[in-house]
């Protein structure tokens, strides 16, 4: 069947034809609303009900610590501690573990754990100096008659301290201890072991740990233009990780689907039937654009996501919308770029194992991206970066990388630039897919060589 030669647009009606057939096959079917559509509401779903699923907190302990230390100084301070988590007086300013002082925001995280931990209990403490004793503290334990037997360690006095000093302790733990409330009971020995071990050193506790309280602080980057911002490292390194991932998984997801759909199409001579009613440039733009529209649903949804994210985490500041709008232009130059080649690759082949030869180049190139986020992240201004941006097909992910993570700008030429460089490849990408698609469609048989797909680029 001829068409003649058709105008611009009847060109245009067929080709968005094939996209919008494209576009519903592939987003109308249950394993892509499943795994694109219905797993990020899950994931907001499951955030939002596992917090209140879970229990508030162990079951509250019932009975006594007995603390076995022959010098008789552990008891007092583990038990103070203790007190200050089951009452309602602050904490002391020691913190978990060696009992120095921590930053204020984990602080009071850990507070907040520890009063769960032991919300409702009712455990007193026991202190026994005569080693003997042991034993039957451990039976007590066994038997259910005490929650734990601190067993403190001594040396000796060789220093002419008036007590052994603390070599090591072991704490005896009831079987049914949850393990949040042995984590906390640990800590409170380790804390009351270095308040005995400074006080027998003659220091004072509480001036040490005033001189270990650091002071607040923060850095700040000068630029040379003379301004100054916050720096956020975190931020730094995680935010543009997470703009070139999302351009990368969508990109290289939309594609496959395009590569995949020509093959099938072309084993099951469904592509022959197409062809009679539409040319092989009208079918493969219309592919491309359908597919593209795939990856930007690919794009919302796990975008919007993260995006829905960071606002809760009132971190919206990270992502501005100059970001964004360079995502989407770098978006469409990644997937044309990349689709093309995969069409192209589609086209020569029938069957998928012959196909992963000849994208085997293209997916290599495509983990470079991936090998190159820590040290572009360092530097995104250093000559690595400046010089990978102007590498096709790398150009879209680097520059992602560089724009949203970069704490100088980067220079406004470059940006330019390399939308202009890159869209020229792009182009030129389109072009020769374009030529090796038209002949590829009706070839059957064996796969062609790299030179088969020169002569065909040639083909008149």
């Not at 689907?257 to 040319?279: D, G, H, P, W």
């Not at 690919?298 to 501005?320: F, K, S």
């Not at 790398?394 to 990388?401: A, G, K, N, Q, Y």
């Amino acid at each position: 069947m001829s068409a003649g030669r058709p105008t611009a647009t009847g060109w245009l009606r067929r080709t968005a034809s094939v996209a919008a057939r494209e576009f519903v096959q592939t987003v109308f079917t249950k394993a892509f609303l499943l795994s694109v559509v219905a797993l990020p509401i899950l994931g907001v779903v499951g955030f939002t009900l596992i917090p209140l699923l879970l229990p508030e907190g162990p079951p509250p302990l019932r009975g006594e610590i007995v603390v076995v230390d022959p010098g008789g100084g552990m008891a007092a301070p583990f038990e103070r501690r203790l007190e200050e988590i089951l009452g309602d007086e602050e904490p002391g300013a020691g913190g978990p573990g060696d009992g120095m002082p921590t930053p204020d925001a984990i602080g009071r995280l850990i507070e907040s754990t520890e009063r769960a931990a032991l919300a409702g209990s009712e455990v007193s403490v026991r202190l026994e100096t005569d080693a003997a004793t042991l034993e039957d503290a451990k039976a007590l334990v066994r038997d259910g008659g005490a929650v734990a037997v601190l067993d403190v360690r001594r040396g000796d006095a060789a220093d002419g301290g008036a007590t052994p000093p603390i070599e090591s302790w072991v704490m005896n733990i009831r079987s049914d201890l949850p393990a949040r409330q042995v984590m906390l009971l640990e800590r409170l020995a380790e804390s009351a072991a270095v308040e005995v071990q400074v006080e027998r050193a003659g220091e004072d506790l509480a001036r040490l740990r005033s001189l270990m309280k650091p002071p607040p602080g923060r850095t700040m980057r000068l630029s040379e233009g003379g301004g100054e911002a916050p720096e956020q490292v975190e931020a730094k390194m995680l935010v543009p990780m997470g703009f070139m991932m999302l351009l990368w998984v969508s990109v290289v997801t939309s594609a496959n689907y395009l590569l995949m759909s020509t093959i099938e199409e072309k084993s099951n001579r469904v592509m022959e039937v197409l062809l009679s009613a539409i040319s092989p440039m009208q079918l493969m733009a219309g592919k491309i654009l359908g597919y593209g529209l795939v990856g930007a649903i690919l794009v919302g949804a796990y975008g919007g996501l993260a995006i829905a994210g960071l606002a809760a985490a009132t971190m919206l500041d990270l992502v501005p919308a100059a970001h964004l709008l360079l995502f989407a232009v770098y978006f469409v130059m990644a997937y044309f770029t990349i689709a093309s080649l995969l069409a192209a690759v589609g086209s020569a082949v029938t069957e998928l194992r012959d196909a992963q030869s000849l994208m085997g180049p293209v997916m290599l190139v495509m983990v470079v991206p991936l090998i190159l986020w820590l040290p572009i992240s360092e530097d995104p201004n250093g000559g690595l970066a400046t010089v990978a941006s102007f590498v096709p097909p790398l150009t879209p992910f680097v520059m992602i990388l560089r724009t949203t993570g970069s704490a100088e700008p980067v220079a406004v030429w470059q940006i330019a630039a390399t939308i202009v460089w890159g869209s020229a490849v792009t182009v030129g990408c389109m072009w020769l897919a374009a030529r090796i698609f038209r002949v590829g469609v009706l070839m059957q048989g064996k796969p062609p060589t790299p030179l088969e797909l020169l002569r065909w680029i040639r083909h008149r």
